[in-house]
């Protein structure tokens, strides 16, 4: 049997939690507040934020980050992308020397524009043939439900991933193993700036030729940066680039097109976050992808929009106004 730590009780550890358990995996989690973790161990939920979700009894949680990754083979990370360094950075001494560490995260790190799996071998010490990233259209309440789905598990070692892939095997949930990273982590990151981009759309009530022109301009600058970076162009056909792209632009139950559509709607960025309790890595994000893009001469022309939104308090329309004046090019440049 395979034995998981799961760091992070939020929405999608908390279902990824469930998957595992649900593949025969013993699963641990650790949270920050002792009334959840409480929670999650006697009464199989998590209120806070699955609460209409009954967890398999065989899940339990600990405030202890230590005990929770005690002996683990896999150890899985399911925190805010911006945090996880500070995290590993006291962590390093408790991840068993041979476990697969896995990345959950869909986030670039601010300031250094270090991908997860990077921050991961940096701060945590790991080998970078040990680090998963786990990444593809997974909504977390559609994921704890059952619902079937797929994803990738990408490492640079096969074996690894597959050990991984196994842990989360169930008839449910499709892992299906990669060996680019770069292309997986990369398509978790963008999409969610895509989808606040795609969310604006709504919210300002533009239709559904908008939409898609902006989920497919996305996946062309998701594209590009991936290529200047070395990742597999393939990568982004597949579940983890356009895959999650659709999900996360066509569902409500997205985070990221969520806040997008408050601020199509008018709502200034300080008011949305302010209503909003869970993590929209995009909003912190868009900055550091930016970042990576112009690092590395790649044109970003629908992420410069969303941070000149987020960041510099550019109205929606003007963005959209933007974007259609640029200089006209042909669609594959
Ligand atoms: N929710 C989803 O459907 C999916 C989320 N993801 C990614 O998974 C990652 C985690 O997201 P969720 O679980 O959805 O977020 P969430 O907002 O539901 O939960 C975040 C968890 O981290 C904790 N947390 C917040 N700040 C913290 C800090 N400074 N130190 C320690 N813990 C802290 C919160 O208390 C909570 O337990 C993100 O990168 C997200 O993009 C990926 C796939 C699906
Ligand atoms: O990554 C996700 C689905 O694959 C979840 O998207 P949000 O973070 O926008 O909710």
Redesign the pocket.
């Known amino acids: 049997m395979t034995r998981c730590a799961v760091l ?8 990824f939690a469930l998957v595992l358990a649900d593949a025969g995996s013993e699963v641990t989690m650790w ?3 002792a009334e ?1 973790t409480e929670q999650i161990t006697t009464e199989h939920r998590n209120g ?2 699955l609460p209409d979700v009954l967890l398999p009894e065989s899940i339990w949680a600990t405030t202890d980050a230590a005990e929770a990754m005690r002996d683990a083979d896999v150890v899985v990370l ?4 911006q ?1 996880i360094r ?2 590993l950075q006291r962590w390093a001494d408790l991840i068993p020397a041979q476990a697969a560490v896995v990345s ?4 670039v790190e601010l300031g250094t524009t270090r991908r ?1 799996s990077e921050v991961i071998a940096e701060a945590g010490g790991v080998e970078p043939r040990r680090v998963v990233v786990v ?1 593809g259209p ?4 559609e ?1 704890a439900q059952r619902q079937p789905a797929a994803s990738v598990v990408a490492c640079t070692d096969h074996d690894v991933a597959d050990l991984v892939a196994h842990a989360c095997a169930t008839p449910a949930f499709r892992p299906y193993t990669a060996t680019d990273v770069v292309g997986t982590e990369l398509g ?1 990151a963008v999409k ?1 700036v895509i989808g606040l981009a795609v969310g604006m759309a709504e919210g300002m009530g533009l239709g559904d030729n908008t939409k898609a022109t902006i989920v497919t301009r996305g996946l062309a600058e998701t594209a590009r940066l991936g290529e200047a970076l070395g990742a597999d162009p393939a990568t982004f056909a597949g579940l983890a680039g356009v895959g ?1 792209l659709i999900a996360t632009c066509m569902s409500p ?3 990221n097109r969520t806040f997008g559509v408050q601020l199509g709607q008018g709502r200034s960025v300080q008011e949305v976050i302010a209503a909003t ?3 929209a ?1 995009g909003v912190k994000s868009c900055q550091s992808i930016l970042d990576l893009a112009r690092a590395n001469d790649v044109d970003m022309p629908i992420t410069e929009g969303v941070v000149a939104v987020v960041h510099h308090g550019l109205a929606p329309d003007e963005m959209g106004r933007r974007l259609l004046s640029r200089a006209r090019k042909a669609e594959a440049d």
């Open positions: 992070g009780t939020g929405s999608w550890g908390t279902a949270g920050r507040r959840l806070d934020y399911a925190l805010p992308s945090t500070e995290h959950l995260m869909k986030g997860m990444s997974n909504l977390a309440p994921i978790g969610n999650d139950l997205s985070r309790r869970q993590t890595e």
